[in-house]
């Protein structure tokens, strides 16, 4: 028996805030955060799982200890059985009723419980030899169930709904597999359309874009709406009519608001509006979607776990699911997530960016495409063109389409160097030896 | 000028769980603890603000660590201006951008902003020399409002319309301040429910409550519903037919799940179901209160804002508001939560027990009645006799009522002898100097 020797720490902060790099209405001057985290084994392999939360700079610490408070569930315990049920390894990081109360399912427990799972996922990856989509997409139908939490979701989705839509799938899984291995799969791209850029830097940027092929642009809105209105006019008049252009309020308005401010930029053909209000409010966004439609409301890069998406879907408030590899519980809960869409006919289009999302996400968007939704019509993953370089198997995005990874791993790994060198404070290290 | 100079915190746990006092369907064996915080001022006159955030145990440090956090956004400040204007206060400890993202207004980081904010009322309500019900109480119907965040609440509740209700209050509040320190205000009890009580405690304890004077008696459920079968006739019983029984379950059903059990126990005759599901399903609530109509639900201990509370009332999901002093954003949030209430007509019935819950939500009750409602038909504080003894001025509760408070402050402060005594972790110090 082998088991869980070390979970070790690290906070890692890059200074991005002093490039107006990822500015939006609502995050002025992010500093893009790992709350990073590794696991060891005494297998003799050598491999670690590495995975982290993400945030946006100061309180990174405090993720980092809520990293180190959820991981004692594991330390010491026997990583065949953690890594054989990874269900019950998710419901283990999410039971303990003391640090349950911290949230309950929210906030940095949460997204500590998703960290540790993440670690978990790249360390079983890693020792299969297998990039994660394809781990997890040669699963069975009844493996991929045993993964889920399907408490509060039952009046939504039940394990024989689940286990029907994937069985749907598995005999056209090898020609999708074999599809994203030559084709890729769609991104789109958020980086010409920060609020911080000056026109010309938006104009700029979103013929670059329509250069490198991407299919669709994300610009941030909800400052000013005569601003919104002039850089929607400019990105418009590059990128020509028909053009995919979405916006992206960031939980900008209220209500009323947000359907006032849809309505003033309608006419520029949105492919959607994205967070319009608090990313809590289901009923709002429900509100939103109907006082605008047909235009399509996003949300998900916030909503904190399967109940909030459950109701969002329910609700009629979310036509494109947006999840996030590190805001919910980890891989297990963004397969429940991804089931719920594919029960209601959403398409999964995640959040991306930050340090390390996309990394993370692109084997969700492509396990969702091999084995469950079989579709990748108007699905894309988001694409933003910052700090890869500092992972050992950085995302590549080529003429507007994620090359699917072939390392073996989650992709969650970042080098050596890079988190020596953007290490916020030392390395903490907590092991069985105490 | 003066200045706030430290915040100070402290790890405090009681190791409740060795009595299985606590204990229900979702938390086992909770130590009830407190992530405590003090604040100092340079003015000479010797107050401090006390006040805490509440967990059950692991992961008290990480709840201390994020009060560490949010209180930078304090220190060093002019404490005048901070609490002559504890609405732009509130804002201020919520609009860290960076630190906003580890919720957002949810989990550990939320309920920092709420301690340090409670920190705050507590130090000018002992400024002014007034227990914090009859500061708040005194304040003009203008002043009340600017101490709300009306950000995403006004498709329910605007400025306006709250300024109304508590205008119209205006005129009768002196007559229930009045009748406040004559009777008190009603408490009920949940000691003789826990879970892990045998039946004839269970018998027994009732018997005790009702010739304390409570007048109602809530019991926890969910495990087994025979067993909750036989402990609600036992309950009915000893006290007899008409006297309000309420049960609380945890959290511990699916919806389908909540209407057939509560279905099953709704011939003993139920005040309210309490918690039925997942705390963040406000459309799981809102199905379960139609297929129980017309057993009340409550719910609110673990909704983690004032946007949570806002759908919750809007969907028909919680018939009995049940604010939680230490779980959101403190008093400014709690007044907005409790304006909602008051606007739908739904009855306060505070959240209470664990440690120093009686201590701080009674200021908000008598609030509620005196400035806002204007009524305590049907409203009446949770009452837990634990651990009032570790408290400076502690919650008084005689036949069944609660004594109105009259120390100056918000009761929120602990004995320095236990602050000494159940530091879990030394005490830990951040300063102006470094």
């Known amino acids: ?87 019950a390894t998710w419901s283990l990081l999410n039971s303990d009723s003391q640090l ?28 299969a030899g297998l990039p994660l989509w394809q781990l997890l997409s040669r699963l069975s139908p009844e493996e991929i169930a045993d993964l889920i939490d399907f408490r509060y979701l039952t009046d939504a989705l039940t394990r024989s709904e689940a286990v029907e839509i994937l069985t749907r799938a598995v005999p056209s899984r090898g020609q999708r597999e074999e599809a994203l291995l030559v084709d890729g799969y769609p991104a789109y791209t958020t980086s010409p359309g920060w609020l911080g850029y ?17 299919p669709q642009i994300k610009l941030k809105v909800g400052s000013n709406v005569d601003d919104d ?82 109701q969002f879907i329910q609700a009629g408030g979310m036509h494109v699911v947006q999840i996030d590899a590190a805001r919910v519980g980890g891989v297990n809960e963004n397969i429940a997530i991804i089931l719920l869409a594919a029960k209601y006919g959403l398409p999964i289009c995640p959040h991306a960016g930050g340090v390390g999302l996309c990394e993370a996400v692109q084997h969700l968007a492509m396990f969702d495409f091999v084995a469950v939704s079989g579709d990748a019509t108007g699905r894309m993953i988001e694409y933003v063109d910052h700090l890869h370089e500092h992972f050992v198997s950085p995302t590549r995005v080529v003429r507007g389409r994620y090359l699917a990874p072939m390392s073996p791993g989650a992709s969650t790994e970042m080098r050596a160097s890079t988190l020596h060198q953007y290490a916020w404070r030392e390395l903490r290290v907590a092991t069985t030896e105490g």
């Open 1 to 87: 028996m082998s088991v869980i020797t070390s979970v070790r720490t690290a906070d890692i902060r890059f200074p991005t805030s002093a490039d107006l790099d990822g500015s939006d209405a609502m995050n002025p001057d992010p500093d893009y955060s790992a709350a990073y985290v590794v696991i060891s084994t005494d297998s003799g392999d050598e491999l670690e799982g590495h995975a982290f939360a993400f945030t946006i700079g100061r309180g990174n610490d405090v993720q980092v200890m809520a990293i180190e408070a959820v991981a004692q569930c594991v330390l010491g315990r026997d990583v065949e059985a953690l890594l054989a049920d990874m269900g």
């Open 100 to 127: 349950r109360w911290l949230g309950p399912e929210k906030g940095v427990i949460h997204m500590a419980a998703g960290a540790v799972i993440n670690a978990l996922w790249d360390l079983k990856a890693k020792r």
């Open 198 to 214: 000056s026109d010309e830097k938006l104009a700029r940027l979103c013929a670059e874009a329509i250069a490198e092929g991407y």
């Open 229 to 310: 209105r002039r850089r929607l006019a400019i990105a418009r008049e590059v990128c020509g009519d028909g053009f995919p252009l979405a916006i992206d309020a960031n939980q900008r308005w209220d209500v009323d608001t947000a359907i006032e401010w849809i309505t003033a930029l309608e006419e520029f053909d949105l492919a959607w509006v994205e967070e319009p209000t608090s990313p809590d409010d289901v009923l709002g966004h429900a509100a939103i979607a109907r006082g605008v439609h047909p235009i399509r409301i996003a949300t998900g890069e916030h909503a904190h776990n399967r109940v909030m998406f459950k």
